[in-house]
């Protein structure tokens, strides 16, 4: 289907970015897999221009490389960004869910209600990214019921390599049910007004997913960066006696 062309090229370019992005993301585009300006220009129905500013900033993102007379290849998952991103949502979640517990208004806990049983319908028969898509609104919700919206677009753009190894988690149904599950703790925490249960429960999900990392780079070899995840023991190994180790994984 071809885009409507706009007066602002740029917007033109941003529509493209989103599409590519999308697709990536929910691995319609598997990593090493080639992309041309001209065939996309002409599926798409614009000029080669939008397309090549659309590759630059899809470069920027890690998601594409350009290799000066090879061509563009979608990027494999970059492990570095995953750690950042969790490095990120752990710093900001954990505060925005206590304030969420704090503050949950009879109208925020409806919402909250109605986000779980959509994630619940999807449990089986649901695509992918549709369950990674209603995994995101719980967690955007959260960050809106705490007054600050724009928050949830840094946590976002941040994200984008973590959200490519959430739509391969998403594909194991026993990871789904252990997502869901950690959900209904972290709704239930924040009802019921329990900030320390809300941030507990939600440092231990997020812990889950990023346990989840490295048996993905394992699984899934050709999709990863090359890089590996430490392992909690070496971390420990680092650190001074005395000194409480940090949770999260860290990249060698």
């Known amino acids: 289907m071809a885009l409507q062309l706009k007066a602002n090229r740029a917007t033109v370019a941003d529509e493209i ?56 290849f979608v990027a494999p998952i970059n492990l570095s960004h995953v750690a950042d991103s969790f490095f990120l949502r752990e710093t900001v ?7 969420a517990a704090e503050n949950c208004t009879s109208k925020n806990a409806d919402r909250l209600r109605s986000i779980i049983e959509r994630q619940r319908t999807l449990l089986d028969g649901g695509s992918d990214s549709a369950f990674v898509k209603a995994d995101d609104a719980m967690h955007r919700y959260l960050v809106e019921m705490c007054g600050r919206p724009r928050v949830w677009k840094t946590i976002s753009d941040a994200k984008v390599q973590i959200d490519r190894m959430r739509c391969l988690n998403a594909q194991d149904q026993t990871t789904r049910r252990r997502i869901l599950a950690d959900h209904v703790r972290i709704v239930e925490a924040v ?33 990863m960066d090359g890089q590996t995840l430490a392992t909690k ?5 680092k650190t001074r006696p005395g000194e409480r180790p940090y949770q999260s994984a860290t990249l060698t």
């Not at 979640?93 to 304030?99: D, K, M, P, S």
């Not at 009802?191 to 699984?219: C, S, W, Y």
């Open 191 to 223: 009802i019921g007004g329990d900030p320390d249960a809300a941030v507990g429960a939600m440092k231990q999900h997020l812990h889950n997913i990023f346990e989840n990392t490295e048996r993905l780079a394992k699984q899934y070899p050709g999709y």
């Open 17 to 72: 970015v989103a599409l590519l992005r999308d697709r990536i993301i929910r691995g319609e585009l598997s990593p090493g897999a080639q992309l041309s300006e001209n065939e996309i220009a002409q599926q798409l129905g614009v000029s080669r221009t939008p397309v090549r500013e659309a590759f630059i900033q899809l470069r920027e993102q890690s998601l594409l490389r350009i290799l000066p007379q090879r061509g563009s």
């Open 233 to 237: 023991r070496k971390r420990e190994a």
């Open 93 to 99: 979640e954990l505060r925005t869910v206590g304030v």
